[in-house]
């Protein structure tokens, strides 16, 4: 990379990561669950936190300076993630489903060995939406890092119309973080019953999308 486009790409980092701390910064986050994650992290035991492509607008912040992993997309949208959240500490590994994964598998499992964590996006970059694919769970078997659920929801949220219907909220909201019961996958699951899990986690990731969102619609905003 030439060091103009360095540059440039250096700069979009920088004034992303303001404009999402400054955003971010303005609203209330309130954080439901998460006992049985930092039990995990306070005993040095590794976690791959799953996301829904369509809930990871709060993500880098939430999880800032933490030196996580999060897998990102090699695309032009991936590379400006990946500069904001660099300057946040993360550890980041490019890859994704439609591209060559190699390198990044054996970064993430590395990471896992070591007692790290890791972000991953299983039903990105493409989708389809909330359609979780194969790798986070062989990944868990492989290491023995349980999957730890996160999403969130808003007040005055704001669904796009995006392939996967990404949700944002505006500045000053009202914001509910949810981090979902860790989740073991047996090491010996394959084929069908490997399927099952699969489609089991995926329930319980779109199932915790509702419970952030029925926070809001059950309660008065006050």
Not at 4 to 21: C, V
């Amino acid at each position: 990379m030439s060091f103009l486009k360095n540059l440039k790409w250096s700069l979009t980092g920088s004034l992303g990561k303001f404009l999402l701390w400054l955003w971010a910064k303005s609203v209330r986050i309130g954080v439901e669950g998460g006992e049985g994650y930092a039990d995990l992290r306070r005993a040095g035991n590794p976690v791959i936190l799953l996301i829904w492509h369509a809930r990871i607008f709060l993500a880098p912040y939430f999880f800032r300076k933490r030196g996580i992993m999060p897998l990102i997309s090699p695309s032009r949208d991936g590379e400006i993630v990946a500069r904001i959240v660099r300057l946040w500490g993360y550890k980041v590994s490019r890859g994704s489903s439609s591209h060559s994964i190699i390198r990044a598998w054996f970064e993430m499992k590395r990471e896992l060995e070591a007692g790290g964590e890791v972000i991953i996006v299983p039903d990105g970059p493409r989708g389809p939406a909330r359609e979780l694919k194969l790798g986070c769970l062989k990944l868990a078997q492989k290491t023995g890092a349980p999957l730890v659920p996160f999403t969130y929801s808003a007040s005055r949220k704001k669904v796009l119309r995006s392939w996967d219907g990404f949700v944002v909220f505006p500045p000053f909201a009202k914001v509910r973080a949810v981090i979902g019961e860790p989740i073991s996958v047996d090491p010996s699951l394959k084929g069908e019953a490997l399927e099952d899990e699969r489609r089991r986690v995926e329930r319980i990731l779109v199932e915790l999308d509702a419970k952030a969102d029925a926070f809001f619609e059950s309660a008065p905003v006050a």
